[in-house]
Nanobody, 123 residues
Framework: QVQLVESGGGLVQAGGSLRLSCAASGRTFSNYAMGWFRQAPGKEREFVAAISRTGGSTYYKDSVKGRFTISRDNAKNTVYLQMNSLKPEDTAVYYC????????????????WGQGTQVTVSS
């Protein structure tokens, strides 16, 4: 499995921006599709965005379309989540995940996970 470490979380006011990073190691990064999930207190983990191995294809949860952008740099073994126009309901722990298959949206479909990074959006 690939090892994943997220960073970039923090406290931001509503309307602000954050960029999350997820650094991968241990396996060939370009062999993996990557995803971002989030989990708010008392709620189930939910899909946010995913990107194909080459970065040529992406898809998003409806509520973040137009505000969040997932991207990757295979030379740096890193996937990013640029989050703009943040809302209080975006507050959650954000996790990156990896799997060799593309098109997955369920957390059970991803084989490797990071430890998560907290994002808090104040109103």
């Amino acid at each position: 499995q690939v090892q994943l470490v997220e960073s970039g979380g923090g406290l931001v006011q509503a309307g602000g921006s954050l960029r999350l990073s997820c650094a991968a190691s241990g396996r060939t990064f370009s062999n993996y599709a990557m995803g971002w999930f989030r989990q708010a207190p008392g709620k189930e983990r939910e899909f946010v965005a995913a990107i194909s191995r080459t970065g040529g294809s992406t898809y998003y949860k409806d509520s973040v379309k137009g505000r969040f952008t997932i991207s990757r740099d295979n030379a740096k073994n890193t996937v990013y989540l640029q989050m703009n126009s943040l809302k209080p309901e975006d507050t959650a722990v954000y996790y990156c995940a990896a799997d060799t298959r593309f098109g997955m949206t369920k957390s059970a479909d991803f084989g490797s996970w990071g430890q998560g990074t907290q994002v808090t959006v104040s109103s």
